[in-house]
């Protein structure tokens, strides 16, 4: 079986090659080259044509051209009424999370949502909530509640700091979770430490 899946990979990523002109594929080449009747086909050549195509891109995007042709792109799909909020909550939600920036997820939590005896995960965004907390009485978190399985979407619910339980998982580790539905459960690495502070990242 993996063999036969290695080569389903390879004679599909040779596929590629079909992008080239003709004249200019391997095959016909190397045909030239040691003047057979046939075209010299060697396995795995499409491989090595697919990732300098993907080197070459990440190379283009890096550099300035790169970036406006990435920047007109990006401008395209806002103006497609229905692709830009797609795409638009899909980036700043990813954005967010994968940030090192103190605006990015801080904690995986366990509250009871939507009701007590419920348990769902959630995410630490911040515990410096300003009116809120004053208004409250109560020293709350603000948590973010994604929808499953698509994570860009979900609920934001302040709840307070006794009643939230913190969680060892990584918030990658939990967006898998969630996004399975629940069938990927990450495994339990370390016996639980205590409660951890709300204001220092993971």
Known sequence: MTFLLLRFAVNLMDRSLKLLPVAYRPEFLL???FNTETPVHIPGLGIILTFSILLLTGVLAANYVGRHVVGGWESLMR???????????AKNFAEVVFSDSNDSFKNVLLIEYPRKGIYSLAFQTSSELGEVQERTGEDVICCFVPTTPNPTSGYVVMVP?????VLDMEVDEALKMIISLGVVVPTWRK???GELPFDEPR
């Open 161 to 165: 700091r006794n009643e939230v339980r």
């Open 191 to 193: 016996e639980p430490t």
């Open 31 to 33: 045909q030239q080259l």
């Open 79 to 89: 103006r497609i009424p229905i692709v830009r909020s797609i795409y638009g909550g």
